[in-house]
């Protein structure tokens, strides 16, 4: 239908969980391209580049050292030029405080993150075509919510 | 000497796009998959102007058989969810492939090639977003809902409203008010 990527972008300081997260996107068969960042202050500042390339979801790891990603979720949700990037929280924890108030947020998804790989693709998978769908039905944005 | 240059290509493609439609004087917004919406439909004439326009550049409309059939398939699918006055008996696959005159197999396997999803899951995804809608903007209850939307119970339609977005219908309804008073 189209030779353009889904653009994704991930930050999380747990280098083992970005090479998985990587690995799984490869075998995906939705064009995707992922870019990774360390942690909350790196991300946050190739955002706040002018020419920055925003990508169609952000996938967030909550506890990263400097800045955390609920930090990030709120400075993204307080600036107008990202009104349209979908935010997926992933992260270790499954406490239902941690999952309601990034909703309140404004994070669209949550996820927990899995502890293998063939879950892992399954999840990144069915988050990439629901936000597929949302993109090209013309869905309200502002009802997406989704936990996995 | 030589000087070497980097292209971004979908830069290019998108600024030109952009231009072109800018000549065309149509509103409009580029939803940056290769697809451009329009406000109104386009006249015959705005249409051909397009198409010379962007000509030049090897750019053209798509006008391939299978996205406009797997177009109208959806347009079947919404107008049968959200139009609930007209009450429809038959199975929705019978539905389908009555109004759209091909067989259902053929449909189906169409669908999920150009949409990465099939069609059961296109209509659940649509009932729920209505679900969703007239939960927030027409304050019905979920047994109102379920009987709207042809549910065979309240526990399905919620059962089914949790295997699509992970959360109960009355955690979504709590968390879209809590942003609504955090203006978020």
Redesign the interface.
């Known amino acids: 239908m189209n030779d353009n990527y889904t653009h994704i972008i991930l930050a999380d300081d747990d280098e083992d969980d970005r090479l998985f997260f990587e690995d799984a996107f490869e075998e995906l068969k939705m064009a995707t391209k992922v870019n990774t960042y360390n942690d909350g202050v790196y991300l946050m500042d190739y955002l706040n580049k002018k020419d920055a390339i925003i990508p169609h979801i952000l996938f967030l790891d909550l506890n990263m050292p400097r800045k955390s990603g609920k930090e990030c979720l709120i400075e993204i949700k307080n600036n107008d030029r990202f009104k349209d990037l979908v935010i997926a929280i992933y992260s270790t924890s499954a406490s239902e405080e941690d999952i309601e108030d990034t909703f309140v947020q404004g994070a669209n998804i949550y996820i927990k993150k899995p502890s293998d790989f063939k879950k892992l693709k399954k999840i990144l998978s069915s988050v990439v075509t629901t936000n597929w769908q949302y993109h090209t039905n013309g869905l309200n944005r502002s009802n997406f919510l989704l936990r996995l | 000497m030589k000087v070497f240059i980097k292209f971004n290509f979908?830069a290019v493609c998108a600024k030109v796009l952009q231009e072109k439609l800018d000549v065309l004087g149509v509103k409009h917004t580029i939803?940056?998959?290769?697809?451009v919406d329009f406000t109104k439909e386009l006249t015959i004439e705005k249409r051909e102007k397009l198409i010379e326009l962007l000509a030049p550049y090897d750019i053209e409309i798509v006008e391939d058989h299978k996205?406009i059939l797997v177009q109208k398939i959806?347009d079947t699918i919404i107008d049968m969810v959200y139009n609930t006055d007209t009450e429809i008996t038959i199975k929705s696959s019978t539905y389908l492939s009555q109004k759209l005159g091909h067989s259902y197999g053929y449909l189906a396997n169409l669908f999920s090639e150009?949409?990465?999803?099939s069609i059961e899951n296109?209509i659940i995804?649509q009932k729920i977003?209505y679900t969703?809608?007239l939960i927030?903007n027409e304050n019905l209850s979920l047994t109102e809902i379920a009987f709207k939307l042809n549910y065979s119970s309240v526990a399905h339609l919620s059962t089914q409203f949790k295997n699509t977005?992970?959360?109960t219908p009355s955690?979504?309804q709590?968390?879209?008010a809590?942003?609504k008073e955090?203006n978020?």
Not at chain 2, 114 to 117: A, H, K, L, P
């Open positions: 979908n939803s940056g998959f290769g697809e996205s959806k150009v949409t990465y999803t296109f995804l977003e969703k809608h927030l977005t992970g959360i955690a979504f709590r968390i879209i809590k942003r955090l978020i």
